[in-house]
């Protein structure tokens, strides 16, 4: 093995052991509520979000993502969204099922097929809890800056992930690292 190897190894190690400290004081810190929480996520963050730190999924919207204008019209409207039942739409680009709820469409990205997703956001939507929502925001997959006031106006706890940093909203996480993208990568 090569000096950089080792290198790379030995700063893996240290990562994932940092790692395991970090998720260990932020489950700390959100007490013994944090299953109770519903985290709306319009794509992969919020499965990531739930599964570090240890959360049942308490929400359908997890393994999919929504176009950014679709997303904030499920968010102002969860209440109407969550009450219709999904429809098959088709398959993407990569074989996995586009679903059609109400006028918006869901990217159910990693299902193998409609039957599971409808399975799996059947079983998740009957726990949301609605006095216990927290959504999750992202400026990719279409998000315009015109979607601002609308997010603004949403009356949960929010963040919205960005490479940039728009002025007059504090639900903003401006991301270092993706400055000289068009929108914040995987976070």
């Known amino acids: 093995m090569t000096l950089a190897g080792i290198k790379l190894r030995i ?10 400290f970090i998720r260990i004081f932020y489950r700390n810190k959100l007490g013994g509520n944090n299953s109770q929480i519903s985290v709306i996520s ?3 963050t919020g499965g990531v979000v739930m599964s570090e730190f240890g959360m049942k999924f308490m929400t359908p919207t997890v393994n999919l993502f929504f176009n950014a204008s679709d ?3 499920f968010c102002e409207n969860l ?15 990569d074989g996995y099922p586009i679903v059609k709820l109400g006028d918006i469409i869901i990217n159910a990205v990693h299902y193998d097929s409609f039957d599971s997703f409808f399975n799996k956001w059947e079983e998740r939507k009957k726990r949301v809890n609605m006095n216990k929502l927290f959504l999750i925001f992202s400026d990719r997959d279409g ?11 949403i009356p949960y706890p929010k963040v919205l992930f960005s490479n940039k940093n728009f002025e007059g909203y504090d639900f903003i996480c401006e991301v270092p690292g993706y400055e000289g993208e068009e929108t914040v990568g995987s976070v």
């Open 71 to 73: 997303f904030v019209k």
């Open 143 to 153: 998000f315009e800056s015109n979607l601002l006031p609308r997010i603004d106006k």
């Open 11 to 20: 700063n893996t190690m240290i990562w994932k052991i940092r790692r395991c």
């Open 42 to 44: 319009c794509n992969c």
């Open 79 to 93: 209440d109407y969204y969550l009450s219709l039942k999904p429809i098959d739409a088709g398959k993407g680009i």
